[in-house]
């Protein structure tokens, strides 16, 4: 199952274990089950703290718990932990076998202080690029805390349970037996969750830190080059998001990045990340902005979180990015995360053999809708203008397929559901004016992105549709504010344009603070 190149990589990982392990597998006659065992049996060959088991009497099959050597279980996997799991899979045995994981030493107390007894499960999928962040923060909450347990758990693999569950967007966590959560959790977000009084500590903490003299809002890749740039000119730099990585998190395959052959978004952002912490910039994720104040020359400017602390900053560098646009069609909200989704790769699994529909016809759109038609019975395109506006190859593609129908000039006017989950959509044909509707139990929206910049209403100018005006060195109408991004008026979103962006911004804020009247903030 896994080949002699990942074989050697996983030895040399797994001399980190500290304390011996064992894999206590629960499994039955089936084929997943066989996949399961020879994957367990070749993963406890490459090393001698790793025990298998195989006498578990877990009620999912195939499934198989962590735990030290004669202990309790600290993490169970149900089903196949491969694709997007299988770093999950590594992280949870080394951190099992007492290698520690790399969270902050206040958030490793802040986990060990939880009192009261959690069992979470979270739904993942194999393809979802979102889950593994969810999946990981609770594997390492498990480790730290004895009161807390997680199973992570292939839908795709217990089909009649996520169906009973009404399971229809991946991750989808459960909190002894009740929902807690769905979609992209940050590990600080969900302790946030369980630990009460964390955000009021953490408001405390924010606004007892000293000015900075670059502040970033935005943890993209915009904002990842603009803490660099930022902080290797040796001033004091911060960085505030509610996760980092943003966008990028939810892109799959990226092979456009100069000098990078292939990447992955979640990769990517990790080792944004990781450079960013290296050059020493004050990162702080969790943490929504809610309203800007800029300055006047010699002043400084307030970014106010929705927390309710404040920060304080000499320039300040916007990278909001921007998240997927809503149809704004009736039943669409009602149904979202029950039929309505966006991510095709996360979710897409869930709808095998099941009617879909694509909204959409750029290159998104006809991706996914090609993407879907490998996994679904049937794929309708649904796309707004009078032809598709997809590259002519990936349109080829598409009428290839010979499950997949194209509907140009249509207009989607409404999502139908029976409470529970979506069975169908309206749309109005733009030619005719005449409305049909469509079965179907899955609707993946694909029509753009829309700027994160809400809060930013009257403070810097925006254009109509909600995008931060910049001038060619960056510079918004405020003075002392820099912005770049998706959420900027800087046509082509690519991430190597809002990284070239993002350095851009940073320069620009750092010549404005030389040619400010007031010294520069002392480092902390």
Not at 125 to 152: F, M, Y
Not at 159 to 167: F, G, K, L, Q, W
Not at 357 to 369: H, L, R, Y
Request: with cysteine.
């Amino acid at each position: 199952m896994l080949d002699d190149s990942i074989k050697t990589q996983l030895k040399g990982y797994f001399e980190r274990i500290q304390r011996p392990i064992e894999l206590v597998a629960s499994l039955d006659g089936g084929e997943a089950s066989r996949e399961t065992l020879e994957l367990l049996e070749e993963i406890a060959s490459l090393s001698d703290r790793i025990a298998l088991i195989r006498d578990g009497d877990d009620a999912r099959k195939p499934s198989f718990a962590i735990r030290p050597a004669g202990g309790d279980a600290v993490v169970t996997f149900a089903g196949l932990p491969m694709g997007h799991e299988f770093n999950s899979l590594v992280l949870a045995l080394l951190q099992a076998g007492g290698h520690p994981p790399k969270i902050a030493p206040e958030t490793v107390e802040q986990i060990k202080a939880i009192a009261g007894d959690y069992r979470f499960e979270t739904y993942f999928s194999q393809s979802c690029q979102n889950c593994p962040e969810v999946v990981q923060a609770l594997n390492a909450i498990s480790v730290l805390n004895p009161h807390v347990r997680h199973v992570a758990i292939d839908g795709a693999a217990f089909p009649a349970e996520t169906a009973e569950r009404e399971i229809m967007a991946v991750p989808s966590v459960f909190l002894n037996g009740k929902p807690f959560g769905q979609g992209r959790m940050s590990l600080d977000e969900i302790v946030a969750k369980l630990d009460a009084g964390a955000s009021a500590r953490d408001a405390e903490r924010l606004n007892a830190r000293a000015p900075y003299d670059m502040l970033i809002v935005g943890g993209g890749p915009a904002g990842a080059a603009a803490a660099i740039y930022a902080a290797r000119k040796g001033i004091r730099t911060g960085l505030v998001a509610d996760r980092f990585g943003g966008q990028t998190n939810d892109t799959l395959g990226i092979e456009n990045l100069i000098s990078v052959a292939h990447t992955e978004g979640p990769a990517l952002a990790k080792e944004l990340e990781s450079l960013v912490r290296a050059h020493e910039v004050e990162v702080m994720t969790g943490q929504m902005a809610a309203q800007l104040i800029p300055a006047a020359p010699g002043g400084l400017a307030e970014v106010r979180l929705a927390s309710g602390a404040t920060l304080k900053a000499r320039t300040v560098v916007l990278s909001p990015g921007a998240r997927w646009r809503s149809m704004n069609v009736p039943g669409e909200a009602e149904y979202r995360n029950k039929g309505v989704a966006y991510c095709p790769h996360c979710d897409g699994p869930l709808f095998k053999g099941k009617r879909v529909a694509v909204i959409g016809g750029g290159n998104s759109g006809v991706e996914a809708a090609i993407d879907l038609a490998g996994i679904t019975a049937h794929v309708t395109l649904i796309e707004f203008d009078p032809k598709l506006r997809a590259d002519e190859v990936l349109q080829a593609k598409l009428r290839s397929l010979p499950n997949v129908s194209i509907i140009a000039s249509a207009q989607t006017t409404e999502v139908f559901g029976d409470g529970a989950r979506v069975v169908g959509l309206a749309y109005k044909d733009r030619t005719t004016g005449a409305v049909h509707r469509l079965e179907l139990e899955g609707i993946f929206v694909q029509i753009g992105l829309v700027p994160n910049s809400e809060w930013l209403k009257g403070a810097v100018k925006l254009t109509g549709r909600g995008e931060i005006e910049v001038d060619a060195r960056q510079e918004t109408s405020a003075y002392g504010v820099f912005a770049a991004g998706d959420a900027t008026t800087t046509p082509f979103k690519q991430i190597v344009i809002a990284m070239g962006d993002g350095a851009k911004a940073a320069l620009s804020a750092f010549d404005c603070l030389m040619r400010a009247p007031a010294p520069m903030v002392e480092a902390a």
